[in-house]
């Protein structure tokens, strides 16, 4: 296999890139891996079987303009972590470059490099209780590991990601410029959105009022973001690119949307969009079980809450996408963000009847 082909576009040896990494062993192929859709990732599989196999990443540099914020927060966090024994198998491994960097950077773009792990894997949703609870302790397990870590030293790598007030401005400002014909086949969803922001703008008002605490949050915690073992009871949590000081609502939020429901986010048919209770259940236990000790009466008191604000608040982005022309999601046809909007807007029902 042609190394330069597997990565299309790049002009790039990839061996020239992997050289520069403390590695051990030799390298035997590259393949890619995942289904992400911002950074490139390949697997770096060792010839040595005595040596760990790598996951090896270009860095999205036109989603993350701060890498080097990026990398200094990763960095940062995982040293956090791995330096408390209880919580150290929470992240990957980081691999520093020859020269003891995080990331290594040349005309190809921003490169960084793990240790793979093989034990484990990630689920798109839940699919059965167990899973569900294991997720929901994982990412417990991981506020408590960062609720001593300082939230002042992080850089915003996306500012404003949750905030709905944010989001909503966007959403008005795609009313007002957007196609006259997308707003006229969106109608139902407009007036939805209408009608439920100011419920979820106050959440929102309410959280930045200093009423709960801002807290180190990794703000991407879709249910294939944790690593998950048949066998152990705590995951790992993966893709740290987005951890920035938030509120655990949007961990918890996030989790529930898109792990407990059982259809994909872009489900056309929406008699086919439930949420599982008893998954619904078993994930919330396990994160009270794991974080119960270090969050305050109000975080908890809200935290119902958190499914609908997040479905909300991604059926925001996915209509806003949709009005502007799909300048942002990728989309396999011209009603995809609608559909998604709808989708997430019935989630969010869903999720209503739980606050």
């Given amino acids: 296999m042609c190394i330069r082909q597997i990565f299309g576009d790049l002009d790039v040896n990839v061996h020239d890139v992997i050289v520069n990494f403390q590695i051990q062993g030799r390298v035997h192929d590259i393949i890619p891996w995942g289904n992400g859709h911002i950074n490139d990732s390949y697997r770096v599989i060792n010839e040595d079987?005595?040596?760990?196999?790598?996951?090896?990443q270009r860095v999205n540099h036109l989603v993350f303009e701060n890498v080097d914020g990026l990398m200094q927060n990763l960095q940062k966090v995982t040293d956090?972590?791995?330096?408390?024994?209880?919580?150290?198998?929470?992240?990957?491994?980081?691999?520093?470059?020859?020269?003891?960097e995080a990331y290594?950077?040349?005309?190809?773009?921003f490169w960084r490099m793990f240790e793979f792990v093989s034990d484990k894997k990630t689920y798109d949703r839940a699919e059965n209780a167990e899973l569900a609870y294991k997720a929901g302790s994982?990412?417990?397990k991981f506020v408590v590991a960062l609720s001593d870590f300082p939230v002042d030293e992080l850089h915003l790598t996306i500012p404003d990601f949750?905030?709905?007030?944010?989001?909503?401005?966007?959403?008005?400002?795609?009313?007002?410029?957007?196609?006259?014909?997308?707003?006229?086949?969106?109608?139902?969803?407009?007036?939805?959105?209408?009608?439920?922001?100011?419920?979820?703008?106050?959440?929102?008002?309410?959280?930045?009022?200093?009423?709960?605490?801002?807290?180190?949050t990794h703000n991407d915690t879709k249910f294939n973001n944790v690593l998950l073992s048949d066998v152990e009871d705590m995951g790992m949590v993966i893709d740290l690119d987005t951890i920035m000081p938030g509120f655990v609502f949007f961990d918890v939020g996030d989790g529930?949307?898109?792990?407990?429901?059982?259809?994909?986010?872009?489900?056309?048919?929406?008699?086919?969009?439930?949420?599982?209770?008893?998954?619904?259940?078993?994930?919330?236990?396990?994160?009270?079980?794991?974080s119960k000790s270090i969050l305050t009466q109000k975080e908890i008191a809200i935290l119902p809450k958190s499914g609908s604000y997040m479905a909300f608040i991604m059926a925001v982005r996915f209509l806003t996408d949709f009005l502007n022309g799909d300048v942002y999601y990728k989309t396999e046809?011209?009603?995809h963000n609608l559909v998604r909007a709808r989708c997430q807007l019935k989630v969010c029902e869903l999720f209503q009847e739980y606050a």
């Fill in 104 to 109: 290594f950077n040349n005309p190809s773009g």
């Fill in 256 to 290: 529930l949307r898109s792990g407990v429901i059982e259809a994909d986010e872009d489900e056309s048919d929406l008699s086919k969009v439930i949420l599982n209770e008893a998954f619904y259940r078993a994930y919330m236990d396990g994160f009270l079980k794991a």
């Fill in 138 to 140: 994982t990412i417990g």
């Fill in 162 to 216: 949750h905030n709905i007030r944010f989001r909503i401005q966007q959403f008005e400002d795609a009313l007002e410029r957007g196609d006259s014909i997308r707003r006229e086949e969106a109608e139902e969803e407009i007036k939805k959105v209408q009608a439920l922001s100011k419920d979820y703008m106050d959440l929102y008002d309410f959280a930045i009022s200093g009423e709960i605490p801002l807290r180190v």
């Fill in 80 to 100: 956090h972590i791995q330096a408390k024994d209880e919580f150290q198998v929470l992240v990957l491994n980081i691999i520093p470059t020859k020269e003891g």
């Fill in 49 to 56: 079987e005595m040596s760990p196999d790598y996951l090896l």
């Fill in 333 to 335: 046809y011209q009603e």
